[in-house]
């Protein structure tokens, strides 16, 4: 076995014109498209491709919230002074909360839908959210209060997130958790502020409007903290056109080079190498696995020249070294299974177009659907649908999954699918190899 | 002794039947030729032996053990020299001798050895470090046949070794076979060339359209066709009446007009030639030329099947 390995790895690299084809040209096809690319996206790919999807469900009526702080600031406080529609609007926590905070502040990360109780469970049943938000009830009634209130405060705290049960969600709403819970604390500490300042005006005679300079000051560095500072949260790092056609061309290239070995097992057939191997007791299954390393230890190789050279030339951030082994060995295996199966067909029919067709039409077909070309997320939505049955979408996510940051975990259903579709491609040639014709030698 | 015995050996490519039962032994220590045109079987016939191709019916049988139901027993034994180079031509002569070796289970000082031996047996030996791609045509047949003698095998067979090389390769490859024979290996050499099998065989099947129609050393062939051999003559002064004449001789099996010769194809018969030459004179006809071909495996073949071997 170690000899008809070794016997193969020579045979490739003994080749300069197949060893330039398997070594240049992803280089060379990868600063090309990327420089192409660059301008059709944004200057930076930021992971709202991979947002988290969250729901957020007023469990609240707005205008009857905003009718009891009327009440309470008029005929409670007998303060009506105090409340005019110019506060109500410059102080809307609805506005503060989608506006400011979900949509300006953290918009790239997270995108989220207004709905019901229900509507949310069963999202997160079928797994379109990773979590969601209650606000509670009386939660606009008790931001305006805490506005404006001196001994009526009533701190924010139950405000309530609800996450996936499904284990590769955690990151997400670990996501979640990280973002929202400084807001609700950001409001907490203006509502302090507010009391002190307030109570101060009141205990001390102060003309009103005395420490609205104070209070300003206060709060915008609190305010500050509405900004999240991204780095502080893992998976929100983004990427560069380069980087992601990195990874896109890395994906099509390596699936290439499964129809290398079965290209390399139809010209053993044709030269009777592989005939003369079966009569010194070789058997197909041996030449497969050796096959099968051959096409691993390409990929493997492709992958590696590529991911240096994005490194070194085109300052491509790949993440975690332990991510990107991963991925390569696993997406290395896939490949390999594909081309194993391949090469089963090619000897079976003993037709080197299986491999050709593969080429142009399959590998093609798995880069458009897997996102090698553009983002799935950008594809029309039946294209979309039909991403799982490419392997490029698979590798995509896993390498993405590193260049993000983001924990192994979140790689899992990407390494599941090469493990399974390399496996399911291994099962297919066993089958295939059964079912192998006999021909004459001339 | 009978090394190997094939039987009622059959094989079909969807309706083409390519050979059609034959039978015949191979004794150890002699060189068998199977000679027969393009298309006679012979290679199937051989795949069949050298396990890659199953039969449709017969046995084949290797020092007593069926190889159709046991193909180890004569892998672990069986040189085979395909038709085509079948060597890997990006890697040296050295690097196809070691991967061919240890194919053949060979390692170590073994294998060292015998790459020293049979590079030395097949000529080789100053361009074992030299790609394969880089070699002429009759050197690759050389090493083709070199990774075949490896395993130092009982059994060789080789299958037209000797295809679309200059004449001096093909003379070493023959007098190789001739010195392996010697050494005591077993040949089943297949060709189309006459001449080769006439030259190293001992004993030769001829095959055509799958069938083995004759089977014998070449003497005991050429006895088979009562040791027919061509006449040719040049002739002047003649008409058919004569040749009508000649061809009714009880020993003239044919008579033909071929670029001004004629051929008459005669039986073995001390007398012919002077009858012959009798007619001729008694018809008032010159004899320009005389030539008596030495009776040979392609009349045998002629003979046999009223086609010449390269037809």
Known sequence: ???????????????IKSLAFILIMPIALMSILGMALQGVFSDTMSSDVFSVQ?????????????????????????????????????????????????????????????????????????????????????????????????EDVRYLSEIKIVSSSNPSNDFASGMVNEMITPYFATINNFVSINRVVNQATLDYSIPAGAFDGLREEMMSNTEQRYEVPKENIPGSKTISSFQYYAVGIMAMFILYSASIGARAMYDETKEHTFQRLEVAGAKFSKMSVSNFFRVMLIVMVQSGIMITYSSVMLKVDWGSIQNLLIVLLLSSFAVAGVGTFIATLTVNFNNPRIGSVFEFAVVQMMALLGGSFIPVEVLPEGFQKLSFLSLNASVLGGYLNGMYDRPLIEMLEYTNYMIIFGLAFIVLSLVAMKFRRRESLS | MNLLTVTNLEKSYKKIKAVKGITFHVKQGEVLGLLGPNGAGKSTTISMIATLLKP??????????????????????????????????????????????????????????????????????DRLKDKVKTYSGGMKRRLNIGVALLHNPELIIMDEPTVGIDPQSRNHILDTVL?????????????????????????????????????????????????????????????????????????????????????????????????????????????????????????????????????
Not at chain 2, 70 to 93: C, D, F, H, R, T
């Open chain 1, 54 to 150: 969250i729901g957020v469900v007023k469990d609240y009526d707005y205008a009857d919230e905003v009718a009891k702080v009327e009440d309470t600031v008029v005929n409670t406080w007998n303060a009506g002074e105090y409340f005019s529609d110019e506060i109500i609007n410059d102080f809307n926590p609805e506005t503060s909360f989608f506006n400011d905070f979900l949509e300006d502040s953290v918009g790239e990360m997270v995108s989220y839908t207004v709905m019901t109780n229900e509507e949310a469970d069963a999202a997160l049943k079928a797994d379109e959210i990773q979590a969601y938000v209650v606000l509670p009830k009386n939660f606009v009634f008790n931001s305006y209060v805490n506005f404006m209130a001196v």
């Open chain 2, 179 to 311: 010195k392996l024979n010697k050494q005591g290996m077993t040949v089943i050499y297949t060709s189309h060339y006459m001449e080769e099998v006439e030259f190293l065989c001992s004993r030769i099947c001829i095959m055509d359209q799958g069938e083995i129609i004759a089977e014998g050393s070449k003497e005991e062939l050429i006895k088979q066709i009562d040791g027919a051999r061509d006449l040719k003559l040049r002739l002047e002064n003649y008409d058919d009446t004569l040749l009508a004449k000649i061809e009714a001789h009880p020993s003239v099996v044919s008579i033909e007009k071929s670029d001004g010769d004629i051929i008459a194809k005669i039986k073995q018969d001390t007398q012919i030639i002077k009858d012959i030459v009798d007619m001729i004179n008694e018809h008032g006809a010159s004899i320009m030329s005389m030539d008596v071909e030495e009776p040979n495996l392609e009349a045998v073949f002629l003979q046999l099947t009223g086609r010449m071997l390269r037809d």
């Open chain 2, 56 to 125: 449709d019916a017969g046995e084949v049988i290797y020092n007593g053990t069926d190889i159709v139901k046991n193909p180890k027993a004569i892998q672990e034994n069986l040189g085979y020299v395909p038709q085509e180079i079948a060597l890997y031509p990006m890697l040296s002569g050295k690097e196809n001798l070691m991967f061919w070796g240890r194919a053949y289970g060979l390692k170590g000082n073994t294998l060292k050895k015998r790459i020293e031996e049979v590079s030395e047996i097949i000529g080789i030996a």
């Open chain 1, 1 to 15: 076995m170690l000899n008809l390995i070794i016997k193969d790895f020579k045979n490739i690299f003994y080749d």
